[in-house]
């Protein structure tokens, strides 16, 4: 049966911003649908309020709507372009429960739009908790046993007679929010209080802990004719009670017998019968007991996921392209198998590799965060490594976490914690280090796996491991045998492992490696265990005997990844790697894409000529190198992790593209860069740099506080702070572990009040053009990550932006930049500052492109292939037709116990845009956007600290004027008093009841003010900040937030919104 | 110990050896499947012949006493990637290097399974000689794979039937597919030929309310008719169909007696070749538990195990006699008949799965239907 021809046009909804539990592989299933879609002739409409995504690029939908993902915009949308159709599965949570808010509202009937992909039956089902343990029960599947509370009594007279632990899971919140163990009674009368607030329909889940379960999950795809294909099956080592997203997994399952697995498989299909899940992809989790089989359905999700994604990623099967597919009618077995191409989709993948997944976390950002794992996902990206082996695979994922192990290894010395047994016992991030460091002590496999609960298969495998390293120790780099060597080497240990085992260096392990013939080979991910030939490219490292896919005759260029995401390097990097991939087949160039993460579209086998899914190590990288022998390595896109590669690559003979290694380090080098600005004549914050505690202290001393200070070589500030005086200053080097000579402490001086902008430009060499200007609107001190963003400035004077432009220009030819910078600047009494410049692609890239619709990362692409700004047509700033606001989102209530308030170093997951013609309406929307839409009337809630007590004045009297009434803590009150404006008194919390941590609770509080003071978090705003997080309400940490936020109130308060699609956007602005 | 592979091109493959110390001849073919080795060790199809796993880890499961499809390993030598160190499953009995060993079959590990897999898809199953003793010269094995016979016209039903005929009456107990209610009271009598019939096809007519009788594949077809059976079932079985012109007249004999018929496997060929259409080699055969299978009349398609090397010729079959009613989607290769005038179908997969998918077992309540209670 062919597509439906009934309907002409679709509404895709994205997901949004990234944040913890909804990231890149949204994307990625995304990006795979639309181009699907449009393939098979639709018109296609987008929705997402994401600029930083690939599927967001214009060229991807014919209609493409930058907006706050809410029921009344995309109903705007919907009146607009009047689709036939709305595909709800390829946008996370945040799709299907804007699909259900639409179809429950009537939007989707009004207007004739049908619901394809999944029915709202099957998505009620599959969400509703108790829904769904009904649909299992009678399918003959068995779930858990648990009740639905509504409210805590009813929670606790379960748990009193099943026992505890139980399992709290709110009903219809992402990524597991709210979700909780309780172990007692008194933690779950708390715990199931929260829940009870966060589930839009006010009900959590009390279920029966599996805890020591082993867990499963399978990617299943169903079409209209009932058939039927497992796409893959995922094992995770964390055993239940870690949320899947914060587990470490692999596939192929490798502890299930046939007998078992065919029972899962039975069970998969019952459960997309028994939920309705007509057409699509589904993911499905078990629970099995490893002493007597049983086994439990978990829940599944009717869409793809971030399970989904791994699995495409892992077999080759693309489950988000082939759900888009279905939704439109075809069958699984008249859709081509793209790698074979002689097989079709109808089939399961057969793996004669392993797959290993590493989440990643971020919990040292995040000071106050409990790093325990549990229900609730915590991680901000993850690892996949590819190896022919477990113990290869699980080698690889650990070099390429980034994370500081070059393999499977156990922890430095200085973070050794004193008891390891509780480091096994206890899941969390560094849970792999104590099992390396228990076996490497004598302790059995069989406790490690009693501790941990992983299936004592992988605990030997680590022991195996453990045992060859200490094989390995016994010899010397002239002493190993060859044959050792490679059996290491099989077993996926690094150069870089082995020259610490041995104390030489990794160039020396690669020599000694290469002189014995021990080199990599490549195999290809082919669906199919090779049994058809394949097609696509798409490559591994393994030491075995046979290489696939030889290198091609082609001239190439490999393009560096951006690696795992994290906070500070997400995907506006993959957004540029992708684009650089687009650029080369542009031009007739091979690309080549090096990357070891599994979320995203770089990684998907069909945006470049030619992937090799592997860490980015030098190493790894270097190999490919050696083999490929491209024309050049494309760095300035993978962020620090390219750029860290680049010096060492750049010695070890390969070419790099664009800027040189010798510029990069220059503006990475705080003395040559410093040194730079002054023969340029452009002023800088007064700094210094310190290797110690006594220079640091001498440089502050000259240059004055408030300081600023920072490790070099970082990205998204990391440890970054500001120093009010000398005691925190000390505090601060004490902390600084990582202070060499090498890597010194940079200090600046700290602009207070000063305004931040950043540009980023493309320069050929000669000429330099700037994509964009963005004005920060929180005050200098947030990082740049993190600030609310405007495009163009709105408070920069027309002089000031001239010597923006001016500073640009020379810094970039100064460095003879081929390719893209990005540079910070501050102005602070009328003086512009350049605080730093990065020549490579910056976090704004892909924000700046969507508002101007000028791509510059390909334009870049070309530049650094030897095109000129002025052969690509490039040669002028492009005009910017209405105001885009960038805004952050924080991850505070995913990280229960972290201070939600802004700094130097970068906090936020991810990033949306709300555009309009007036700034207010484009704030108005770039907060609703990030999920905390400002209130039109109610009660302002200020507290703030004594410096900002004078300019709160006018913001206060600002929402009263607009009819907000007015809450205070005591000295804000008075201050406001002062002035004669009417304001409540409320008592902060160490004052005592009723205080104004109540007042939130109760809801009396609609928007809050609070700003904090100076370095250190002090517990009564905190307080406050950590309310506003957990009850959701709007909360501003700067002045100049504040005033934005009233330019917003007003503005929407005056005129609603109105949508327009990008494409109608850069129509009417080249008409002008 | 060291253990060697040789195959008939010259390749030769160096690894370690488990399981018994022995040297072996047979064809080398690979089986895709993921999990399930015990079932695929133990399938009698597999005589004479060497399996390759592509799956990485084996062993991890062990091997215990449920998952047999017949009393002993039947392949002539089992080659995997990395054979798992230790066992972890709450069912496992013994570990497979153990029961490799008992049963006397050898067994190659730490060998590049997919540069074996990649040969055979270009080259065609081979023969091979596999060797775990010590100084086996490599050469010598080489030899030894060119000059050994092969399977091709050979009568291997022999060596795998039963030698008497027998009752089975185990069904499949707690490993039910799910949702299948099963029926235990013994109302029809099926005639099974065992031409080295898996168990799992056993079970499930058990499960099916069949009181079944095992008979040996040389068994005149009167002398099955005098059991008055309601059913026959041609079981699966190892070699080439072409090599057993005697069963294939005893099948034309029972088609002719207008009897329900089941053909799986070698069955579906022996009546393929009963009505007159040819069989040929199958490059490298299927053998895997990921092939989907389209149904003629329904258009579905079932995810389905499946272990042969031959398949039936479309051109030679007769349309009068009968329709082809399921093909492979990889290969477009015959995968069911049914003869138009009689109460006869087969196929060539697995519909007992063990190990596989289960999409297929409806037939059997398909075919149980037509039989008189």
């Not at chain 2, 059976?229 to 080439?240: A, E, K, Q, T, Y």
Request: hydrophobic share 40%; net charge negative; glycine share 8%.
């Amino acid at each position: 049966m062919p597509r439906r021809t009934d309907i002409r046009s679709i509404l895709v909804i994205g997901s949004g911003p990234i944040v913890i539990g909804q990231a890149a592989e949204f994307d990625y299933s995304g990006t795979q649908a639309l181009k699907a879609l449009r393939r098979e002739g639709y018109r296609v409409i987008l929705v997402n309020s994401n600029p930083a995504t690939i599927m967001t690029d214009p060229e991807f939908a014919d209609a493409t709507y930058i907006e706050p993902l809410t029921p009344e915009i995309v109903e705007q949308i919907i009146a607009r372009e009047r689709p036939e159709a709305l595909l709800p599965t390829l946008g996370g949570q945040t799709a299907l429960n804007l699909a259900m808010a639409l179809y429950e509202g009537g939007v989707l009937e009004r207007y004739g739009v049908e619901l394809i992909g999944a029915s709202p039956k099957a998505i009620r089902i599959a969400e509703d908790r108790l829904a769904f343990k009904e649909a299992m029960e009678r399918a003959g599947l068995e779930v858990p046993h648990s009740i639905l509370a509504r409210s805590v009594e009813e929670a606790v007279a379960f748990a009193d007679r099943v026992g505890y632990p139980v399992l709290i899971r709110p009903s219809f919140t992402l990524g597991g929010t709210g979700a909780g163990i309780a172990r007692s009674r008194e933690e779950l009368i708390d715990r199931v209080d929260l829940a009870l607030r966060l589930s839009p329909v006010g009900s959590a889940l009390i279920e029966e802990s599996l805890l020591g379960w082993k867990e499963f999950e399978l990617e299943v795809m169903r079409d209209r004719h009932d058939n039927f294909v497992v796409v893959c099956a995922i094992e995770n080592l964390d055993p239940m009670g870690v949320h899947t997203g914060d587990s470490i997994t692999l596939a192929p399952a490798q502890t299930l017998t046939d007998k078992e697995y065919q029972r899962m498989r039975d069970w998969g299909r019952a459960v997309m019968s028994a939920v309705g899940v007509e057409t699509g992809g589904s993911n499905v989790q078990f629970a099995v007991n490893p002493r007597d089989g049983r086994m439990r359905v978990i829940e599944m999700n009717p869409r793809v996921s971030r399970s989904s994604a791994l699995a495409s990623k892992a077999t080759g099967f693309p489950i988000a392209k082939i759900a888009a597919l279905l939704a439109v009618g075809y069958t699984l077995d008249e859709i081509r198998n793209e790698i074979t191409r002689r097989t079709v989709a109808a089939f399961e993948p057969a793996l004669d590799y392993v797959v290993v997944k590493i989440p990643r976390w971020a919990f040292e950002k995040f000071p106050g965060a409990d790093p325990t794992l549990g229900p609730q996902m915590k991680s901000v990206g993850e690892v996949m490594a590819i190896g022919r082996t477990f113990k290869e695979a699980l080698q690889k994922a650990m070099r390429g976490l980034e994370i500081g192990a070059k393999g499977f290894e156990g922890f430095p010395p200085d973070r050794r914690p004193a008891d390891l047994r509780q480091a096994l016992a206890c899941p969390t991030p560094d849970r792999l280090r104590a099992v390396h460091d228990a076996l490497m002590e004598g302790m059995s496999v069989e406790e490690v796996s009693a501790l941990t609960g992983y299936d004592p298969w992988f605990v030997t495998q680590m022991a195996e491991l453990v045992e060859r390293e200490r094989a390995l120790r016994r010899y010397t780099l002239s002493t190993v045998p060859a044959a050792l060597l490679r059996h290491a080497k099989r077993e996926g240990f690094s150069d870089a492992q082995l020259a610490a085992f041995w104390g030489c260096s990794e160039t020396e392990v690669r020599r000694r490696r290469e002189a014995a013939g021990i080199r990599p080979r490549y195999a290809q991910v082919d669906t199919c265990a090779a049994e058809f030939e394949a097609y696509t490219p798409y490559l591994y490292s393994t030491y075995e005997e046979s290489d696939e896919a030889p290198p091609t005759d082609r001239p190439k260029v490999v393009i560096l990844g951006s690696g795992p995401n994290r906070i500070g390097q997400g995907i506006e990097f993959d957004y540029s790697c992708c684009q650089a991939a687009f650029a080369l087949r542009e031009m007739g160039l091979e690309s080549i894409m090096v990357n070891s993460n599994p979320e995203t579209v770089s990684t998907d086998y069909d945006t470049s000529d030619r992937l090799y899914f592997e860490p980015l190590t030098f190493e790894d990288v270097l190999n490919i190198l050696e083999r490929e022998r491209p024309l050049g390595v494309i760095v300035q896109f993978g962020g620090q992790t390219a750029l860290n590669l680049t010096m060492p690559l750049h010695r070890a003979g390969a070419r790099i593209l664009g800027t040189s290694p010798d510029a990069i380090d220059l503006a990475e080098d705080r003395g040559r860069f410093s040194a730079l600005l002054r023969d340029l004549d452009i002023p800088q914050p007064e700094h210094g740099t310190a290797t110690s505690i006594e220079e640091a202290l001498d440089v502050a001393q000259r240059i004055g506080y408030p300081v600023l200070v920072r490790p070099s070589y970082v990205l998204g500030g990391r440890a970054m702070a500001i120093c009010y005086d000398e005691e925190t200053l000390r505090a601060y080097m004490r902390e600084a572990v990582w202070v060499s000579p090498e890597r010194p402490v940079l200090i600046d001086r700290f602009l207070e009040d000063a305004y931040e902008a950043e540009v980023d430009a493309v320069a050929d060499g000669k000429r330099v053009v700037i994509g964009g200007i963005l004005q920060h609107i929180e005050e200098a001190g947030v990082h740049s990550g993190d600030s609310a963003c405007v495009l163009p400035p709105y408070k920069i004077s027309r002089y000031h932006l001239q010597i923006i432009e001016e500073y640009t220009e020379r810094i970039a030819l100064a460095l003879e930049v081929r390719g893209l910078i990005n540079i910070q600047f501050a102005i602070k009494d009328d003086i512009v500052y350049v605080l730093e410049a990065n020549p490579r692609a910056s976090r704004t890239v892909p924000f700046i492109s969507k508002a101007t619709g000028v791509p510059l990362a390909r334009i870049a692409t070309r530049v650094m292939l030897g095109q000129t700004l002025e052969e690509i047509g490039f040669t002028r700033s492009p005009e910017v037709r209405a105001f885009f606001v960038k805004e952050a989102v924080l991850p505070f209530r995913k990280l229960p116990g972290a201070d939600a308030v802004l700094g130097p170093e970068m906090k936020s997951t991810g990033e949306v845009m709300g555009w309009a013609e007036r700034f207010g309406h484009a704030f108005a929307k770039a907060e609703m956007a990030a999920g905390d839409a400002l209130p039109l009337s109610g009660t302002v809630l200020l507290s703030v600290n004594d410096f900002d007590k004078g300019n709160v004045l006018k913001i206060a009297r600002d929402f009263h004027r607009m009819g907000f009434r007015l809450m205070a803590t005591r000295g804000t009150a008075e201050a406001l008093r002062r002035v004669g404006l009417p304001v409540e008194g409320v008592n902060k919390v160490s004052e005592g009841s009723p205080h104004v941590v109540d007042a939130i609770r109760e809801g009396r509080v609609q928007l809050i003010l609070n700003t904090p003071l100076g370095p250190r978090a002090y517990t009564d705003g905190m307080r406050i900040r950590q309310a506003a997080v957990r009850y959701g309400v709007p909360l501003l940490t700067t002045l100049s937030a504040a005033a934005a936020a009233v330019q917003a109130i007003r503005a929407i308060r005056d005129r609603g919104f109105t949508v327009k699609s990008l494409q109608e956007y850069y129509e009417e602005a080249l008409r002008r | 110990m060291r253990g060697i592979l040789a195959l008939e091109d010259g390749t030769v493959f160096m690894g370690w050896g488990f399981g018994a110390r022995a040297t072996v001849v047979g064809e080398v073919v690979f089986n895709t499947a993921m999990t399930g080795y015990q079932e695929i060790l133990t399938d009698p199809s597999y005589r004479g012949q060497m399996v390759v796993m592509t799956a990485s880890h084996i062993g991890n499961v062990g091997v215990n006493e449920e998952d047999v499809e017949s009393d002993r390993p039947q392949v002539t030598a089992f080659i995997v990637r990395a054979l798992s160190p230790v066992v972890s499953n709450w069912r496992a009995k013994e570990s497979l290097e153990a029961y490799l060993a008992r049963h006397g079959v050898p067994g190659l590990s730490e060998v590049d399974t997919r540069a074996i897999t990649r040969l055979i898809r270009i080259k065609g199953a081979m023969k091979g000689a596999l060797s775990t003793e010590e100084g086996i010269d490599p050469e010598a094995l080489v030899e030894m794979a060119r000059a050994w016979e092969g399977l091709e016209g050979r009568d291997m039903v022999r060596e795998v039937t039963c030698a008497a005929p027998y009752e089975w009456t185990e069904g499949s107990g707690r490993w039910q597919p799910h949702g299948f209610q099963p029926d235990p009271e013994p109302r029809r009598h099926v005639v099974v030929y065992d031409f080295g019939v898996k168990r799992s096809i056993l079970r499930r007519l058990v499960d099916r309310g069949c009181r079944v009788t095992v008979v040996p594949a040389h068994t005149p077809a009167d002398e099955v008719l005098r059991l008055s059976p309601d059913g026959v079932v041609l079981s699966n079985g190892p070699g080439d169909p072409a090599g057993l012109p005697g069963i294939v007249s005893t099948v034309r004999q029972l088609l002719e007696t207008g009897i329900p018929i089941f053909g799986i496997c070698l069955g579906h060929q022996l009546i393929a070749q009963a009505i007159g259409a040819r069989t040929y080699k199958l490059p490298f055969g299927h053998h895997g538990s990921n092939h989907p299978v389209r149904e003629g009349a329904t258009g579905r398609v079932q995810i389905t195990a499946q272990n042969h090397n031959y398949a039936v010729d479309p051109d030679t079959l007769d349309p009068r006699e009968a329709v082809i009613t399921h093909i492979n989607l990889n290969d477009g290769t015959v995968e069911g008949l049914a003869l138009r005038d009689r109460p006869v179908f087969s196929v060539q997969y697995h519909p007992e799965a063990h190990p596989g998918p289960h999409d297929a077992d409806p037939l059997f309540d398909q075919w149980v239907k037509r039989l008189g209670s």
